[in-house]
Protein backbone atom coordinates (compact mmCIF):
# COMPACT_ATOMS: atom_id res chain seq x y z
CA UNK A 1 0.00 0.00 0.00
CA UNK A 2 0.60 3.54 -0.35
CA UNK A 3 2.86 5.79 2.36
CA UNK A 4 2.29 9.08 2.62
CA UNK A 5 4.86 11.34 4.50
CA UNK A 6 3.98 14.58 5.09
CA UNK A 7 5.59 17.75 7.08
CA UNK A 8 6.34 19.59 8.85
CA UNK A 9 3.40 18.29 11.57
CA UNK A 10 2.74 21.41 13.11
CA UNK A 11 3.92 25.06 12.09
CA UNK A 12 2.98 28.80 13.74
CA UNK A 13 3.51 31.57 11.12
CA UNK A 14 3.47 35.49 11.37
CA UNK A 15 0.83 36.89 8.99
CA UNK A 16 2.48 37.78 5.93
CA UNK A 17 4.99 35.05 6.06
CA UNK A 18 5.79 32.51 3.13
CA UNK A 19 4.41 28.95 3.19
CA UNK A 20 5.85 25.70 2.28
CA UNK A 21 4.23 22.24 2.47
CA UNK A 22 5.62 19.26 1.05
CA UNK A 23 4.23 15.99 0.68
CA UNK A 24 5.97 12.81 -0.49
CA UNK A 25 4.62 9.41 -1.68
CA UNK A 26 6.16 6.18 -1.58
CA UNK A 27 4.36 2.68 -2.61
CA UNK A 28 3.11 4.14 -6.11
CA UNK A 29 3.44 5.55 -9.00
CA UNK A 30 1.23 8.45 -11.60
CA UNK A 31 -1.20 8.60 -8.28
CA UNK A 32 -3.75 11.45 -8.48
CA UNK A 33 -2.52 14.17 -5.75
CA UNK A 34 -4.88 15.95 -3.57
CA UNK A 35 -4.43 18.82 -0.60
CA UNK A 36 -7.41 19.55 1.66
CA UNK A 37 -7.86 21.73 4.34
CA UNK A 38 -9.67 20.77 7.53
CA UNK A 39 -11.85 22.82 9.63
CA UNK A 40 -13.18 22.14 12.80
CA UNK A 41 -17.10 20.76 12.35
CA UNK A 42 -16.78 21.87 8.64
CA UNK A 43 -15.47 18.25 7.09
CA UNK A 44 -12.56 18.07 4.21
CA UNK A 45 -12.85 21.01 2.11
CA UNK A 46 -10.58 19.83 -1.18
CA UNK A 47 -8.23 22.92 -2.50
CA UNK A 48 -6.21 21.33 -5.04
CA UNK A 49 -5.57 17.99 -6.88
CA UNK A 50 -3.43 16.97 -9.69
CA UNK A 51 -3.51 14.24 -12.02
CA UNK A 52 0.31 14.37 -13.45
CA UNK A 53 3.51 16.33 -13.03
CA UNK A 54 2.66 20.06 -13.58
CA UNK A 55 -1.08 19.89 -14.11
CA UNK A 56 -2.70 21.39 -10.72
CA UNK A 57 -6.05 22.06 -10.64
CA UNK A 58 -7.51 24.74 -7.81
CA UNK A 59 -10.95 24.01 -5.99
CA UNK A 60 -11.58 27.26 -4.17
CA UNK A 61 -10.30 30.96 -4.93
CA UNK A 62 -7.60 31.28 -2.37
CA UNK A 63 -4.44 32.33 -1.62
CA UNK A 64 -2.94 29.44 -1.82
CA UNK A 65 -0.91 27.51 -4.84
CA UNK A 66 0.16 24.13 -5.57
CA UNK A 67 2.87 22.80 -7.69
CA UNK A 68 4.02 19.40 -8.65
CA UNK A 69 7.75 19.47 -8.99
CA UNK A 70 7.49 15.13 -9.85
CA UNK A 71 5.65 12.42 -10.05
CA UNK A 72 5.33 12.03 -6.22
CA UNK A 73 5.95 15.13 -4.61
CA UNK A 74 3.46 17.90 -3.84
CA UNK A 75 3.73 21.07 -2.08
CA UNK A 76 1.58 23.76 -1.11
CA UNK A 77 2.49 26.92 -1.07
CA UNK A 78 1.47 30.80 -0.39
CA UNK A 79 3.38 33.65 -0.81
CA UNK A 80 1.69 35.90 2.27
CA UNK A 81 -0.03 34.17 4.90
CA UNK A 82 -3.08 35.12 6.30
CA UNK A 83 -4.91 34.77 9.98
CA UNK A 84 -7.49 32.51 7.80
CA UNK A 85 -5.36 30.00 6.25
CA UNK A 86 -5.01 28.16 9.46
CA UNK A 87 -6.20 24.98 10.21
CA UNK A 88 -5.20 21.35 9.60
CA UNK A 89 -3.80 20.83 5.88
CA UNK A 90 -3.77 17.03 4.65
CA UNK A 91 -1.76 15.52 1.69
CA UNK A 92 -3.80 12.37 -0.16
CA UNK A 93 -2.96 10.15 -3.04
CA UNK A 94 -5.42 8.15 -5.30
CA UNK A 95 -4.96 5.58 -8.31
CA UNK A 96 -6.17 6.71 -11.20
CA UNK A 97 -8.78 3.94 -11.75
CA UNK A 98 -12.14 5.24 -10.40
CA UNK A 99 -12.96 3.69 -6.98
CA UNK A 100 -9.86 3.51 -5.69
CA UNK A 101 -9.22 4.28 -2.17
CA UNK A 102 -7.10 7.77 -1.13
CA UNK A 103 -4.40 7.66 1.36
CA UNK A 104 -3.96 9.99 4.03
CA UNK A 105 -0.85 12.17 5.08
CA UNK A 106 -1.09 12.32 9.13
CA UNK A 107 -1.37 16.33 7.91
CA UNK A 108 0.12 19.73 9.15
CA UNK A 109 -1.46 22.05 11.80
CA UNK A 110 -0.75 25.62 10.43
CA UNK A 111 -1.57 28.48 13.09
CA UNK A 112 -0.99 31.78 11.46
CA UNK A 113 -0.41 34.32 14.26
CA UNK B 1 -22.12 16.80 -8.52
CA UNK B 2 -21.87 14.25 -5.87
CA UNK B 3 -22.55 15.33 -2.43
CA UNK B 4 -22.68 13.35 1.56
CA UNK B 5 -24.50 13.97 3.77
CA UNK B 6 -23.85 13.16 7.80
CA UNK B 7 -26.59 14.35 9.93
CA UNK B 8 -25.23 13.35 13.14
CA UNK B 9 -22.06 16.10 14.35
CA UNK B 10 -21.83 14.06 17.57
CA UNK B 11 -22.62 11.13 18.80
CA UNK B 12 -22.18 9.46 22.40
CA UNK B 13 -22.28 5.80 22.90
CA UNK B 14 -21.50 3.86 26.07
CA UNK B 15 -18.87 1.15 25.99
CA UNK B 16 -20.36 -1.91 24.82
CA UNK B 17 -22.91 -0.70 23.37
CA UNK B 18 -23.88 -0.76 19.13
CA UNK B 19 -23.50 1.97 16.95
CA UNK B 20 -24.75 3.64 13.65
CA UNK B 21 -23.64 6.40 12.13
CA UNK B 22 -25.79 7.69 9.70
CA UNK B 23 -24.71 8.70 5.66
CA UNK B 24 -27.10 9.73 3.20
CA UNK B 25 -25.03 10.46 -0.80
CA UNK B 26 -26.54 12.27 -3.64
CA UNK B 27 -24.87 11.03 -6.77
CA UNK B 28 -26.27 10.37 -10.23
CA UNK B 29 -25.13 7.14 -10.85
CA UNK B 30 -23.96 4.04 -9.62
CA UNK B 31 -21.83 5.65 -6.27
CA UNK B 32 -18.10 4.54 -4.98
CA UNK B 33 -18.55 4.92 -1.34
CA UNK B 34 -16.40 4.88 1.61
CA UNK B 35 -15.83 5.13 5.51
CA UNK B 36 -12.94 6.95 6.72
CA UNK B 37 -12.00 7.04 11.02
CA UNK B 38 -9.78 9.95 11.74
CA UNK B 39 -7.67 10.21 15.54
CA UNK B 40 -7.74 13.94 16.75
CA UNK B 41 -4.19 15.32 14.76
CA UNK B 42 -4.07 12.43 12.66
CA UNK B 43 -4.67 11.60 8.97
CA UNK B 44 -7.80 9.27 7.99
CA UNK B 45 -7.86 5.68 8.17
CA UNK B 46 -9.96 3.58 5.64
CA UNK B 47 -12.45 1.70 7.28
CA UNK B 48 -14.03 -0.03 4.46
CA UNK B 49 -15.08 0.70 0.95
CA UNK B 50 -18.08 -0.19 -1.80
CA UNK B 51 -18.10 -0.67 -5.31
CA UNK B 52 -20.55 -3.40 -5.95
CA UNK B 53 -21.69 -6.69 -5.71
CA UNK B 54 -22.71 -7.33 -1.77
CA UNK B 55 -24.07 -4.39 -0.58
CA UNK B 56 -23.41 -5.41 3.46
CA UNK B 57 -19.68 -4.65 3.53
CA UNK B 58 -17.38 -5.52 6.27
CA UNK B 59 -13.94 -3.62 7.39
CA UNK B 60 -11.41 -3.45 9.88
CA UNK B 61 -11.95 -2.74 13.41
CA UNK B 62 -15.25 -4.98 13.60
CA UNK B 63 -16.99 -1.81 11.31
CA UNK B 64 -19.45 -3.20 8.93
CA UNK B 65 -21.35 -0.89 6.16
CA UNK B 66 -24.55 -1.52 4.43
CA UNK B 67 -25.54 0.05 1.12
CA UNK B 68 -28.92 0.97 0.64
CA UNK B 69 -29.47 2.19 -3.08
CA UNK B 70 -33.54 2.90 -2.38
CA UNK B 71 -32.31 4.91 0.90
CA UNK B 72 -29.18 6.44 -0.79
CA UNK B 73 -27.65 5.58 2.40
CA UNK B 74 -24.66 4.00 3.53
CA UNK B 75 -24.75 3.85 7.00
CA UNK B 76 -21.75 2.33 9.42
CA UNK B 77 -22.48 -0.16 12.10
CA UNK B 78 -20.73 -2.16 15.19
CA UNK B 79 -22.61 -4.57 16.96
CA UNK B 80 -20.64 -3.53 20.09
CA UNK B 81 -18.16 -0.01 20.54
CA UNK B 82 -14.72 0.04 22.60
CA UNK B 83 -13.54 2.63 23.87
CA UNK B 84 -10.25 3.16 21.32
CA UNK B 85 -13.49 3.61 18.56
CA UNK B 86 -13.90 7.45 20.27
CA UNK B 87 -12.64 9.23 16.58
CA UNK B 88 -14.32 11.42 14.02
CA UNK B 89 -15.72 9.07 11.02
CA UNK B 90 -16.39 10.27 7.17
CA UNK B 91 -18.39 8.82 4.94
CA UNK B 92 -17.35 9.81 0.86
CA UNK B 93 -18.42 9.17 -2.19
CA UNK B 94 -16.12 8.76 -5.27
CA UNK B 95 -16.32 10.95 -8.59
CA UNK B 96 -16.28 10.31 -11.98
CA UNK B 97 -14.07 12.68 -13.49
CA UNK B 98 -12.14 15.42 -12.03
CA UNK B 99 -9.04 13.70 -10.55
CA UNK B 100 -11.85 10.88 -9.39
CA UNK B 101 -11.39 13.12 -6.34
CA UNK B 102 -13.74 12.34 -3.13
CA UNK B 103 -16.63 14.46 -2.00
CA UNK B 104 -16.40 13.75 1.94
CA UNK B 105 -19.38 14.61 4.53
CA UNK B 106 -18.33 16.76 7.55
CA UNK B 107 -17.83 14.15 9.68
CA UNK B 108 -19.32 12.73 12.75
CA UNK B 109 -17.52 12.88 15.89
CA UNK B 110 -18.03 9.72 18.10
CA UNK B 111 -17.67 9.65 22.06
CA UNK B 112 -17.37 6.31 23.86
CA UNK B 113 -18.55 6.63 27.64
CA UNK B 114 -16.63 4.14 30.33
Known amino acids: SQTIHQWPATLVQPVGSPLSLECTVE??????LYWYRQAAGRGLQLLFY??????ISSEVPQNLSASRPQDRQFILSSKKLLLSDSGFYLC????????????FGQGTRLTVV | AQSVTQPDIHITVSEGASLELRCNYS??????LFWYVQSPGQGLQLLLK??????LVQGIKGFEAEFKRSQSSFNLRKPSVHWSDAAEYFC????????????FGTGTQLKVEL
Open chain 1, 92 to 103: ASQGAVRGTEAF
Open chain 1, 27 to 32: GTSNPN
Open chain 1, 50 to 55: SVGIGQ
Open chain 2, 27 to 32: YGATPY
Open chain 2, 50 to 55: YFSGDT
Open chain 2, 92 to 103: AVGATGGGNKLT
